[in-house]
Each structure stands twice: as structure tokens, then as C-alpha cells.
């Protein structure tokens, strides 16, 4: 009787310990629990429902579990799902990926989309500073765009944890205006409030590039940083050479939220950055090293370089479907290490 008791307590400790290693060492979970992707506010829309989907659908198919997924307000939010171990996996910008990875080293990249040649060397998509169409000429020098009127004006960024939004933008103006005397100790910290004797007359945050955006058309500012591809399913090019400055974008008549008080309003491009691609993370100690290799070949593979509803191609955009990504060449996702998001890094 005495060593039966025994036999069941040894039983209980080894089932207690291996429940502890499968929530927090990497191991295997209940197959039928489910994988949680983490969203951006950017890529929370309602519109984006079925492009969100189909990413799901190729993770359940994958790993044989069903999937969650975590829509946000909050950039914050999203990054603190990966680094407090909430969830599986996410789909983040650079800077965002960063943070994650600082508060939690098992946050670590899955997959990258590449550039429309399929290569990692030409992964980028572009931060924009913005204006109402109007007032770009305050921005010229002799037919030229120059930043050095924004010093003053009322801005928005989206999120101190975007890359496009925030990192990049504010490490362009810092480098640009400490090269004068007024300036000469300006930092990133310093852009953040605006006021009085600051270098911004007021700051707002739109938290998504969609709500910067807003925060532009709605007048609320005069200057606003935003990325291309967050917005790219809401506007269309009216003139200029896509992604320079000069370039005229108009808001489309039928654009949904937030955009839809505003159809037919213009902006133009004053300044154009290119960025790291956003990569697709995942946390490496709620997911096996054998399902995160099977979800990077699942990912890389021709079959979803080829999904219309992932890289969406120009007929099936022609008929209402709003895209995560888009098919122009040979986009497809790769494989990229920690060391890639490292220039991010050099920006701080």
C-alpha cells in the first residue's frame, strides 16, 4: 500500500513537471489548443478579415491545430502578447519586432516578405511624410522638396513602437536638424511632446497609419508620418512617381474605415524612406523547433507564394479583396535571422 501511494505521488510530480516544460520550454501542446496570431491595429480592419484568414489557414493546415486571431487597438498590446508568452505568433513591424524580442529573447523572426523580385535585398516598403495637397509648396526650395519647415508645425506619428511611423521618421529629422546650432542636441525622446520651445508645436499619435493618416485629412495636423503599404488599400496615385517626393495620392470614394469621411481628399508626399520589410515573428518557447521549420517551409513555399488571397494579384484586388500583400512579380516570403533587424536597431 505504501509503495502504491508512492508510485501515484511520483506519477503526479512527473505530470506536474511536464506540464510546467510544455508552457514554457518550447515542447509540444495540446494539438487542440489553439495557435494565436497577434495583429497590429494596422492590419485589425474588418476589411482585412479574409487576407488575415488565409495566413490562418495555412498555420491550422500546418501544425493540424486550429488558430486564433488577436486583433488590436494597440501596438502595445500586440507586443506584449509575444513577449508574455499570449501568443504564438504575430505579424510585426521591425521596430515592433525589436521590442518584442528586448522584453522576451524567445521572440524571435519566421518569415519576411520579399521584394517584388524575390529577394531579401528589396524587401522594403516606404515611410511617407505627408501633406494636404495645398500646402506642399511650403515645403519646396527652388521646385525641391525639403523638410525644414515641419520644425513648428503641428505632427503625427503613429506609434512610439512603429518603424515607419516613428523610428524611422524620427531618426531622419533628428539627423537632418541637429546639423544646426538651434538644434545641434536635438533627439528622438524631444519629438515625441510637442509645445512651447519643443520642435514640434503639438504631437499626436494615430496609433495605426491608418489613424496618422486621419489625424492629416481630418486638419487635426500639418504634417504626418505614414507607411505606403498600410494605406495602400485605401488610396490610389493621382500624379508623380509612386513613392517619391511630389507624389498625389487621393483617398478612394468607396474607402472603408477610417477613411470613409474622406473620399476624394488628396495629400502629397514631402518625404520618402525606404524601411525594412515587416516580418511575420514567433515565439519560440510556446512553439516546437519542429513546428516552427514546418510553418517556414509552409510559408516559403511556391504554393503560397502562388495564393491569390495571400499575395494577391491585380484580378482578385479588381474584385473587392483587400490584400495583406500584393503580387506584382515574384513576391514571396523568406527566411531571415535576428542579426537582419540590426540597422532598426542602429536607428536607437
Known amino acids: 500500500m505504501q509503495s502504491m501511494r508512492f508510485l501515484i505521488f511520483l506519477l503526479m510530480v512527473t505530470l506536474a513537471l511536464s506540464a510546467c516544460g510544455a508552457s514554457s520550454g518550447g515542447t509540444a501542446a495540446n494539438p487542440n489548443s489553439p495557435i494565436i496570431i497577434a495583429w497590429l491595429p494596422n492590419e485589425s480592419g474588418a476589411e482585412l478579415k479574409d487576407a488575415r484568414d488565409a495566413i490562418g489557414a495555412v498555420v491550422s493546415e500546418t501544425l493540424g491545430r486550429p488558430v486564433e486571431h ?15 508568452n499570449t501568443a504564438h505568433l504575430g505579424f510585426f513591424g521591425a521596430e515592433a519586432y525589436v521590442q518584442a524580442h528586448d522584453k522576451n529573447n524567445k521572440v524571435i523572426p519566421l518569415v519576411i516578405p520579399s ?12 515611410s511617407w511624410l505627408a501633406v494636404l495637397r495645398g500646402q506642399e509648396g511650403n515645403y519646396q526650395e527652388n521646385g525641391v522638396f525639403k523638410i ?72 487635426k495636423v500639418d504634417v504626418a508620418s505614414f507607411c505606403d503599404a498600410c494605406v495602400s488599400n485605401y488610396i490610389e496615385l493621382v500624379s508623380g512617381e509612386e513613392n517619391k517626393p511630389g507624389a498625389v495620392y487621393r483617398v478612394l470614394n468607396n474607402a472603408p474605415e477610417p477613411f470613409d469621411k474622406f473620399p476624394g481628399a488628396e495629400f502629397v508626399i514631402i ?24 510553418l517556414q517551409d509552409a510559408l516559403t513555399s511556391d504554393a503560397v507564394a502562388n495564393n491569390p488571397r495571400i499575395f494577391a494579384t491585380k484580378a482578385e484586388i479588381d474584385a473587392g479583396f483587400k490584400p495583406l500583400f500584393r503580387k506584382t ?6 527566411v531571415v535571422d535576428d542579426a537582419f533587424f540590426n540597422p532598426i536597431r542602429e536607428l536607437r
Request: proline share 4%.
Open 115 to 126: 521584394g517584388s523580385d524575390g529577394r531579401l535585398e528589396t524587401a522594403v516598403y516606404y
Open 271 to 294: 518625404s520618402s524612406t525606404p524601411v525594412i520589410n515587416a516580418p511575420f515573428v514567433a515565439n519560440s518557447s510556446m512553439l516546437t523547433v519542429d513546428e516552427i521549420k514546418r
Open 148 to 219: 525644414d519647415n515641419i520644425q513648428g508645425k503641428r505632427f503625427s506619428f503613429v506609434s512610439p513602437s512603429s518603424t515607419s511611423g516613428f523610428r524611422v521618421p524620427a531618426a531622419g529629422i533628428v539627423k537632418y536638424f541637429s546639423q544646426r546650432e538651434q538644434w545641434k542636441s536635438l533627439t528622438v525622446d524631444e519629438l515625441i511632446e510637442g509645445g512651447p520651445n519643443k520642435f514640434f508645436s503639438e504631437v499626436l499619435f494615430g496609433q495605426s497609419h491608418q489613424g496618422a493618416a486621419v489625424n492629416l485629412l481630418s486638419g
Open 329 to 334: 512579380k515574384d513576391e514571396r516570403f523568406l
Open 70 to 84: 488577436r486583433t488590436t487597438t494597440d501596438y502595445l498590446i500586440a507586443v506584449e502578447a509575444l513577449a508574455n
